[in-house]
């Protein structure tokens, strides 16, 4: 008697996760109502079920995932638009995955560098039939995103999102309109600021809208990481010994021209953002900066230089003095 307990104990130890799973993977979600889902180009199958879930398509990512690999389709994931029924099961929701999506959603790329008011932003924009006017109203103030998103705490009240819409390739449709898309760019920076990036910033009694800020420069200045890490170290030497910056990036974003060496009637622009008339910091970021560049700022390469040029060629010279650099300006540019 005892053995056949033991026996029946043993059946539905093995037997209730198995009824389990497949309770889970049969049962209906809790939409009242269809509902679009994007996967994305390049995700793997443990992201696309955490956002299946977050999104309440699955209750159980386990049951998702092994029900893939029991499939043997976890790399047959393809990316596109899909529509799930109310009431889908992960079952009939795997079935529609593995199958061809109703269409593909479009990329929609945001280059290192460039501004809210650039041309070329407005060109992208507008091509995905987004509202240019729209997008820049949105934009225009940090202030009302505040509540959303924690790292605009410390923007001033006058400081719109540059700086903020992260350079990267997103994924657009027929549904996504500008607060969908703006949520996503701001979404995809909150994430690239890791907590590490966070905490090491708030160690160097900086705020987040500095870093950036000077971070938006560099990105005008150099393209490449190593010269990134030089000169943050440079700007950031100036800036504690109180000596301008001197960029001319930050020219540039005044007077709309992208010139190696500005001219001397643009050095003599009244702006807060000319950085040769005014010391410290402009109001503001410049432009949206990638990440290798607010690294930079973070995690600078310590050097002994004061100045450094840019060369037509790209190539970047450093100075410790003055006269140094005066006669590298004669030697590069002249």
């Known amino acids: 008697m005892k053995l ?23 049962s209906a979600n809790n939409l009242e109502s269809q509902k679009s889902f994007i996967i994305e180009q390049g995700k793997g199958v443990n992201e696309i079920s955490d956002n299946l879930a977050k999104a309440d398509l699955i209750k159980n990512k386990f049951v998702f995932e092994t029900w893939l690999w029991l499939l043997k389709s976890e790399d047959k994931v393809k990316a596109g638009i899909y529509s799930f029924p109310a009431g889908s099961s992960i079952r009939q929701l795997t079935k529609l995955i593995l199958a061809i999506p109703e269409n593909t959603a479009s990329k929609f790329t945001i280059i290192e560098g460039w501004g809210r008011n650039w041309p070329e932003f407005k060109k992208v924009l507008e091509t995905h039939d987004f509202s240019y006017d729209e997008f820049l109203g949105l934009t225009a103030s940090a202030k009302t995103w505040r509540e959303q998103y924690d790292f605009l705490a410390d923007a001033p009240s006058t400081a719109s999102l540059e700086g903020f819409l992260f350079p990267d390739t997103y994924f657009v449709d027929q549904y996504t309109d500008n607060i969908i898309l703006l949520n996503k760019i701001l979404i995809n920076f909150e994430q690239k600021l890791r907590p590490e990036l966070r905490a090491e910033i708030k160690k160097q009694n900086k705020t987040i809208f500095e870093v950036v800020t000077l971070a938006s420069i560099i990105e005008r200045e150099v393209p490449e990481h190593a010269d990134k890490k030089m000169i943050a170290d440079v700007f950031l030497k100036r800036l504690k010994n109180n000596i301008g910056l001197q960029s001319d990036a930050t020219i540039n974003f005044v007077t709309g ?12 622009i009244d702006s807060p953002y000319n950085t040769y008339k005014y010391r410290g910091l402009p109001p503001g970021p410049i432009a949206n900066p990638s990440i290798s560049s607010i690294e930079a700022v973070i995690y600078p390469t310590p050097n002994d230089y004061y100045y450094f040029l840019t060369t037509k060629e790209g190539e970047v010279i450093y100075s410790q003095t003055y006269q140094e650099h005066l006669a590298n300006k004669a030697k590069y540019l002249d």
């Open 4 to 26: 056949k307990y033991i026996f029946l104990s043993l059946v539905i130890i093995i037997i209730a996760p198995i009824l389990w799973f497949f309770f889970l993977l049969n």
């Open 257 to 268: 021209k992208g010139l190696t060496q500005p001219s001397r009637d643009d050095l003599k």
